[in-house]
């Protein structure tokens, strides 16, 4: 066949061809955005000038002044930055154990939802039906006010447990490992182990791979570093950890490691409204697999408990990541809701700032920044593992 | 809050847009959400209308104020009625100008935020008057100070603490986005003392987990202590320690640039003193008469006073008409029947008791 040539008397106009259409309505409507972005911001300039305000970040140098008691060792008389970060770090201390908790309370509670038992199974629905329907805010105080502050016993009535564990209204206290002189020593020992570590597990899964069998050698790596580690503790002089106890003295205990009430109470409470939704996801993760899997699986002779380890949930996981990512984004930005209980997370120690030095507009960047950095790297991490867990279609 | 709002409002704009993340649209109109929240969190108008033009041309004065405070601001829930001794200078500034009132309750963390946004013409919310609050690091004014507090802390009796020596190693309650947690951590630095703290976006949280024992101690203004004192499980547990750990004027701010209005607040809270200094009440004010010209001067029978300010030349005559003079209003919130917090040799008595309550001349 041969192909005949298509003779138009007339081109198609610039102004009809659907091609040169496509691209100037694009570049158009990226002029109008870029313009009205440009209008904002020259208005927020001009009137910051107007105002006799302006941007600038140079109060983060200046002395804090106020006192943050929990986190990292901190003084009233470092500057803002440190104490931003030390905020910082109390929520990402709150968002990692958030996360880890809410993950398997809502692991647990969406596969009890599908237990052939009849009790399980209701009770975990009233969990999640509860749990969703009451606003954050109202739990937490509920976990705060209503729990701790009154189950818990006066600071002078602690409960204590054996090996030094105090459980009072103002937190719980566990003796701590405080590094000693000859500790910077022994971390060199440390190093060195890691680094013998991974090169055992390199070389063992290279083993394993010759040999065609399947294994993560985690294993191998841990023994080889704890040897080190502990050949390092005999070797260096002295003890590198010595153990703090907590010691009651006239209005709180001292030394050892602290976990606070409200930190508990976030904790908590944060981990049961986010478990709740997490649960919802998962069961519709497993719903999501047809049931002729579960069905080959059981004709294969596996009892349930494999079905749903081996079969299901793989093929369930692809479904549950992506929705999962947005409700650890939740958690981590939730827990703003720090302040109303009396825990320094970021955005209590950041309006402390700007209420002490008065600068709204940075602060709030500042802000604003640390969630975007601290969820942008979340979704990050949570992307990188879907695709790993992805279905590769033939 | 302020802070939180901001970063809902980011949050829901955003989901606003094109889910597919590859859509230059989509990033486009994320990143457009993200500016317009940004400007929307600073909403400074310039507009060329003056303070007073603006409370004229609406018809009412819209003051920010307290409304969990009983005794200076209080939002009374069954009846929607704000009462307190700021609430009085509110009404005596709408009375001066001839408006009606609104009140908008404001936490300590967004008070100052509200001036200076424009959301509200004057604050009469118990703030203390600084230097960085004065300057043009925050660009607002302070008015006379209406009352003369100090910071002090609250304990219970229980506990057996008679000054702040003996609370080494306490846990303080404090609210946020006050002077508050500054004056705490300096006055235990220069004792020597160390401490632990506790911060609350709200004061009822904050004053609840004293109450709780979450705390030994609950610090902010000897008044304030004095007010949610009343709130506590069992008032005659706690006391409120002799320490004075610092210096707390307070009294109503307006925003830098607006020296019309700074004026005209101004002198409706010296109104207030010259009131009570000459024997003007509420019940006589509109019907009082003096030979003494500077009396009459403050009721406008003579001198213009009331034209150079802007104001009718009745205007004072008004404001005491309206809540009485400075005495009156101390006696009807702070006095026996409210806080009870004594004024004869405190420094709020009059200058002529040894106080610092003092009107300039009226002339």
Request: charged share 20%; no cysteine.
């Given at each position: 066949m041969e192909k005949r040539k298509v003779v138009s008397s007339h081109a198609i106009p610039f102004w009809r061809d659907i091609r040169v259409l496509r691209v100037v309505s694009q570049i158009v409507f990226l002029v109008a955005i870029a313009a009205g972005i440009w209008w904002l911001l020259n208005n927020l300039q001009t009137n910051l000038r107007n105002s006799g305000l302006s941007i600038t970040f140079r109060f983060l140098g200046d002395t804090a002044g106020f006192p943050i008691?929990?986190?990292?060792?901190?003084?009233?008389?470092?500057?803002n930055v440190y104490a931003f970060l030390v905020g910082v770090v109390n929520t990402i201390r709150v968002a990692v154990i958030g996360i880890v908790l809410a993950t398997i309370i809502g692991t647990l509670v969406g596969i009890s939802r599908l237990s052939s038992n009849w009790l399980v199974r209701r009770l975990a629905a009233l969990y999640v039906e509860t749990v969703r329907n009451i606003p954050l805010l109202v739990q937490l105080f509920f976990w705060y006010f209503a729990v701790m502050l009154t189950a818990l016993p006066l600071v002078k009535d602690s409960i204590s447990l054996p090996g030094s564990i105090y459980l009072s209204r103002r937190g719980l206290y566990l003796p701590s490992l405080v590094p000693t002189a000859s500790f910077s020593v022994w971390l060199w020992f440390l190093l060195g182990g890691l680094a013998l570590a991974i090169v055992v597990y390199v070389l063992r899964r290279a083993q394993l791979k010759r040999a065609d069998r399947p294994g993560i050698p985690i294993g191998w790596a841990a023994i080889a570093l704890v040897l080190v580690a502990v050949a390092g503790w005999f070797i260096v002089?002295?003890?590198p950890l010595s153990i703090d106890l907590p010691v009651l003295k006239r209005f709180n205990f001292e030394g050892g490691l602290w976990l606070s009430t409200p930190f508990a109470s976030l904790v908590l409470g944060l981990a049961m409204y986010t478990g709740a939704f997490i649960a919802e996801i998962v069961r519709a993760g497993i719903l999501a697999v047809s049931k002729g899997q579960t069905e080959a699986a059981k004709a294969l002779g596996l009892r349930k408990a494999l079905v749903l380890r081996l079969v299901v949930m793989p093929q369930a996981l692809r479904v549950i990541i992506p929705p999962l990512a947005s409700q650890y984004l939740n958690l981590t930005k939730n827990s703003s809701l720090a302040i109303l209980i009396g825990y320094y997370d970021l955005l209590n120690v950041g309006t402390t700032i700007f209420n002490q030095t008065g600068r709204a507009v940075e602060m709030i960047l500042l802000i604003m920044g640390s969630y975007l950095t601290m969820s942008l790297f979340m979704s990050l991490l949570m992307n990188l593992y879907n695709r790993r867990i992805k279905l590769v279609e033939r | 809050m302020v802070a939180e709002s901001v970063l809902q409002e980011a949050d829901r704009v955003s989901k606003m847009s094109v889910i597919d993340k590859s859509s230059k649209e989509g990033a486009l109109r994320r990143r457009l959400a993200v500016a317009v929240v940004l400007v929307l969190a600073v909403t400074f108008c310039v507009t060329a209308q003056t303070t007073l033009e603006t409370v004229l041309a609406r018809g009412k004065l819209i003051a920010g104020v307290n409304?969990?405070?009983?005794?200076f601001g209080f939002l009374d829930?069954?009846?929607g009625e704000f009462s307190g001794f700021d609430i009085e200078c509110a009404k005596a500034i709408a009375a001066a100008v001839g408006v009606d009132v609104e009140y908008v309750p404001l936490t300590a963390g967004e008070r100052l935020t509200a001036l200076q946004a424009r959301q509200i013409d004057v604050l009469i919310r118990n703030t203390t008057w600084t230097l960085t609050r004065d300057s043009k690091e925050l660009g607002l004014d302070f008015c006379p100070t209406t009352f003369y507090d100090g910071q002090g802390f609250i304990v219970r009796?229980?506990?057996?603490?008679?000054?702040?020596?003996?609370?080494?190693?306490a846990t303080v309650c404090v609210t946020s986005g006050t002077t508050t947690e500054g004056n705490l951590a300096d006055a235990f630095r220069e004792h020597g003392l160390s401490l632990k703290t506790q911060v609350f976006a709200e004061t009822e949280a904050a004053f609840g987990a004293y109450d709780a024992a979450a705390c030994d101690c609950y610090t902010s203004d000897k008044s304030q202590l004095a007010s949610l004192r009343t709130t506590a499980a069992v008032p005659g547990d706690h006391v409120i320690l002799p320490d004075t750990i610092s210096k707390e004027p307070l009294g109503p701010l307006t925003r830098h640039g607006d020296d019309e209005w700074f004026d005209i607040v101004k002198w409706v809270v010296f109104a207030t003193f010259f009131a009570e200094e000459h024997g003007i009440t509420q019940a006589n004010a509109k019907t009082f008469t003096s030979t003494n010209p500077e009396i009459r001067r403050f009721l406008g029978q003579e001198g213009g006073m009331g034209a150079k300010l802007g104001l009718a030349e009745d205007w004072a005559v008004n404001v005491i008409a309206a809540v009485g003079n400075y005495g009156e209003i101390y006696e009807r919130h702070l006095g026996p029947n409210g806080?009870?917090?004594?004024?004869?040799?405190?420094?709020?008595?009059l200058w002529t008791m040894g106080g610092m309550i003092y009107a300039p001349a009226w002339r």
């Open positions: 008691s929990e986190g990292l060792t901190y003084d009233p008389t470092n500057v002089s002295g003890n | 409304a969990s405070l009983p005794g829930a069954a009846t009796k229980a506990d057996g603490i008679n000054s702040i020596e003996d609370m080494d190693g806080l009870d917090i004594p004024r004869a040799g405190s420094l709020n008595a």
